[in-house]
């Protein structure tokens, strides 16, 4: 599995950002998300998603302000941020990690095996 993330850059507390992850290489049994770790912070996740689309997770700290969505026809992920914070200042990791129930797929780090080199995101 490969994972290239894309869209970070910096936006105005209240801005929007769109970042994208082109996927290669994961099956229809995937879980993908979304991490950020701001530094001397752990990685924290964001949001996942199942590659069927059926389940949806978000942190609550995003919950409501960030949408996860997975385009099949163009292996990407993405992950739009509404109403951003200087909070969500950190560096967004793509990832992936097999499943055998949906109801696995959280943003957890234990579920993913496969990351991104990851996408800076600033909010001033």
């Known amino acids: 599995v490969q994972l290239v993330e894309s869209g970070g850059g910096s936006a105005q507390a209240g801005g929007s950002l769109r970042l994208s992850c082109a996927a290669s290489?994961?099956?229809?049994?995937?879980?993908m998300g979304w991490f950020r770790q701001a530094p001397g912070k752990e990685r924290e996740g964001v949001a996942s998603?199942?590659?069927?689309?059926?389940?949806?997770k978000y942190a609550d700290s995003v919950n409501g302000r960030f949408a996860i969505s997975l385009d099949s026809a163009k292996n990407t992920v993405y992950l739009q941020m509404d109403g951003l914070k200087t909070e969500d200042t950190a560096m967004y990791y793509c990832?992936?990690?097999?499943?055998?129930?949906?109801?696995?797929?959280?943003?957890?780090?234990?579920?993913?095996?496969?990351w991104g080199q990851g996408t800076q995101v600033t909010v001033s």
């Open positions: 990832a992936a990690g097999r499943v055998y129930d949906p109801s696995a797929c959280t943003p957890v780090t234990t579920v993913f095996g496969y």
């Open positions: 290489g994961y099956t229809y049994s995937y879980c």
């Open positions: 998603i199942t590659v069927a689309g059926e389940r949806l």
